[in-house]
């Protein structure tokens, strides 16, 4: 059993930045692999960012050269570092655990999550 908890999430304006912090429970924790994901008010949950137990990343298109995952095993933490940041995401966003080898993008992979952190981003 894993529990995850979010935080560092809050109001920004357009073009700034927020760091992301998932704090999770579990003596498994580097074997996980561990994701970002968001949703918006009316929109489906879509993944952001991935990260392996070997430090593999993964990204969408749209925040690639803005958004930096990673993850320290010794603190059971992982991290999104969102830079340069725009009104369309704002959202709430969630950590998710993965008992897999592999990253994975779709929701349905992923075996735990948190409650999410809420980013508003003004324009």
């Known amino acids: 059993q894993v529990q995850l908890v979010e935080s560092g999430g809050g109001l920004v304006q357009a073009g700034g930045s927020l760091r992301l912090s998932c704090a999770a429970s579990?003596?498994?924790?580097?074997?996980?692999?561990m994701g970002w994901f968001r949703q918006a008010p009316g929109k489906e949950r879509e993944f952001v960012a991935a990260?392996?137990?070997?430090?593999?990343?993964d990204y969408t298109d749209s925040v690639k050269g803005r958004f930096t995952i990673s993850r320290d095993n010794a603190l059971n933490t992982v991290y999104l570092q969102m830079n340069s940041l725009k009104p369309e995401e704002t959202a709430l966003y969630y950590c998710?655990?993965?008992?897999?080898?592999?990253?994975?993008?779709?929701?349905?992979?992923?075996?735990?999550w948190g409650q999410g952190t809420q980013v508003t981003v003004s324009s």
């Open positions: 579990g003596r498994t924790f580097s074997s996980y692999i």
């Open positions: 990260i392996s137990w070997s430090d593999g990343t």
């Open positions: 998710a655990a993965g008992a897999v080898r592999l990253i994975f993008r779709t929701p349905m992979r992923y075996d735990y």
